[in-house]
């Protein structure tokens, strides 16, 4: 059974930091390109970051030089670190993994950036 379970939210004052981490389970974890996607409330959930099985990241404009996304393969773990957090980041941050036509999300963790 597939499981992703995230963890590292919180509340944060703008300018601060926070690191998500997404235990994976019940795939081959080093063969996914995993992503991270936030969504506010009133608003579809946005792609933020990626990173694929070799490494290569991708991110969206606006958190670029602020995020950066990792993964330990040993762990099957993906994480993102978060600095110089806005207000605008706030949101649920969900991560995610295709195989085929198949979305799985974890349960979200919730991230609050105070001004």
């Known amino acids: 059974q597939v499981q992703l379970v995230e963890s590292g939210g919180g509340l944060v004052q703008a300018g601060g930091s926070l690191r998500l981490s997404c235990a994976v389970s019940?795939?081959?974890?080093?063969?996914?390109?995993m992503n991270w996607y936030r969504q506010d409330p009133g608003n579809q959930r946005e792609l933020v970051a990626s990173i694929t099985g070799g490494g290569r990241t991708n991110y969206v404009d606006s958190v670029k030089d602020r995020f950066t996304v990792s993964r330990d393969n040993a762990k099957n773990t993906v994480y993102l670190q978060m600095n110089t957090l806005k207000p605008e980041d706030t949101g649920v941050y969900y991560c995610n993994f295709r195989i085929l036509n198949a979305n799985y999300w974890g349960q979200g963790t919730q991230v609050t950036v105070s001004s």
């Open positions: 019940g795939t081959n974890f080093r063969l996914n390109t």
